[in-house]
């Protein structure tokens, strides 16, 4: 198994093609198996790179608490591992603001982001403010594999099959490692620091998505030169649900860069 070191995590990767690098960043509680069907598409005319975050999937997680700067520090520590100057990053949710935080932090390192229905904040209104800890308290509470149920349940209306793979991801992490990761993810906060992207973005949210399609306007503006598109027929689980389209969106967006 292709792995690398990172703040004390062995992380897994895997790398299938040949040409402008694109690194694609799970959902929380996901893993790299999220992107099979971009890799399918994608693998042919660029080098396409996936990974476990840490905690997730084949990746390990270090005792003690989870340093939400660990999440992007392990990014770049990939694109060292593998020697890429820059790349091109996607992410969906946890794994877009992942990618965020990177090209805000490392500049440099980042030649165009894609953020699949990504936050910037996890205190954007009145709403996360209330919600976010509520949500954290209860997610202590509730069993990983009802949690893994409920959620896969929920993102499965477009595409069923998501409902096995929601439910294998979950499974591979342990409540006690997840309850470190969910605490760290939801203090994540790039709301104040969105003027500091600037690489070419791509936003694209899923028609139904009622998680994040609240912050895309947002970041849309603030961030200079991106654009937004709407995903029809998908939810959070954005390219699970309509991948045609989303292989598509990235397809025109990447281009620039080939």
Not at 43 to 54: A, F, L, P, S
Request: aromatic share 10%.
């Amino acid at each position: 198994m292709p792995t690398f070191e990172s703040n004390g995590a062995t992380l897994y990767y895997e790398v299938t093609g040949e040409g402008q690098p694109l690194i694609f960043t799970h959902g929380a509680s996901w893993n790299h198996l999220q992107w099979k069907k971009q890799v399918a598409f994608l693998k042919d005319r660029y080098q396409v790179i996936t990974w476990d975050v840490r905690g997730h999937g084949y990746s390990s997680l270090p005792a003690g608490p989870v340093d939400p700067e660990h999440f992007s520090a392990d990014l770049i520590a990939l694109m060292d591992h593998l020697h890429l100057k820059t790349a091109v990053l996607c992410g969906l949710s946890m794994g877009g603001h992942i990618s965020l935080q990177t090209a805000i932090r490392y500049p440099e390192r980042v030649k165009g982001l894609i953020l699949i229905g990504t936050p910037c904040s996890n205190t954007f209104n009145f709403y996360e403010k209330i919600a976010v800890p509520i949500n954290r308290f209860f997610n202590r509470l509730l069993p990983l594999r009802l949690s893994g149920h409920l959620q896969a349940k929920m993102l499965s209306k477009f595409n069923p099959n998501n409902y096995q793979y929601i439910t294998e991801a979950v499974s591979m992490l342990s409540p006690e490692a997840w309850n470190r990761i969910w605490s760290a993810v939801t203090r994540m906060e790039s709301k104040n620091d969105l003027h500091k992207v600037n690489c070419p973005t791509l936003l694209l949210i899923g028609d139904h998505d009622t998680l994040t399609g609240r912050q895309q306007p947002y970041m849309h503006r603030q961030i200079a030169n991106s654009e937004l598109k709407v995903i029809p027929n998908a939810h959070h689980g954005t390219n699970l649900d309509n991948p045609d389209a989303v292989n598509q969106a990235i397809s025109e967006f990447i281009e620039q860069f080939s």
